[in-house]
């Protein structure tokens, strides 16, 4: 007797019990999965139950519900009686605009991230017109979201390399995934930054998440994020047009001992640390090529 003539005499003379061992199986399958079912179900009405009405997006919006608040405490950022003035900027022909965008462009070209500074120091005057001209930036409500910290001080900037190095060492080894790690490779980047005490000046960029009514409550700050950020990349452009250079470094977990070193307020979160200055005589960068215009540019 074949395995195959087996098997059909076997399942003959003991359907009864075949039957009912298949029964058992799919009622125990079925309870089993839809409790499962049932318990994921449970879990995920629990998570909706805990987001508040004025989460969106993941994230706590920058504007939460203001309901119930005094009317006589809501004050906007500008007076609500601000005129309205005529905006006359020079007029140029188009010829003008395409050359001026031309040169615009040709000198934020030459831009780069730079890692070794001359100690040569910035005239203070230099350093208030670059802060002045980021604060032209756009900001949600006029609300001006940031504070930017000029640190000059030789003891203040070793005092802040310390900090980020020993964040920065804990990064590398335990918090920054291998991909992380292997995509820095090519720029060299280690725990070790000397430019932090090298660079005559280090700009800290921190973004305010709110401020204070005169009620004493929270005053949302809308749409800080883009704002500072806005304001930062003005700012790289105006280090770009006098002729200075930066890195742009964002010091991962360093912002609550970098803020408490400077002594800013709670409400003050650090967005970037840029240590600027003009570049070494013998500082190089990688050679990089930049994406090509049809690959960031969509016409509809």
Known sequence: MNVISLTVWTL???????????IVCFTAFTIFHQKRLEDRYSRSVERKEKIPRNFSGGRERDFPDDEGDDPDQLIPALPEDTPHIPYQPPRRCDEEVLKR??????????????????????PDEVLENIIKTAG?????????????????????????????????????????SRQWVTDLKPFATKPVKPYLSDAPALLLVFRQTYSWRPDGKKKMHYYSEISVAIAAGIL????????LVALTSTPLNCNARLRDLLSRPSNERLELLLPMGRPHEGATVPDLARKPLNEILVKI
């Open 136 to 176: 032209t930036s756009p900001s949600g409500a006029h609300t001006e979201p940031w504070t930017f910290v000029v640190v000059q001080d030789p003891e203040m900037k070793e005092a802040i390399r310390t900090i980020v190095e020993e964040e920065e060492d804990l990064n590398y080894s335990k918090r920054m």
């Open 101 to 122: 965008s031309q040169e615009f462009y040709e000198l934020m070209a030459q831009r780069r991230t730079v890692r070794a500074f001359s100690p040569e120091p910035i």
């Open 12 to 22: 003959e003379n003991n359907c009864f019990i075949v039957y009912t061992t298949l």
């Open 236 to 243: 790289l452009a105006a280090i770009q047009y006098c002729g």
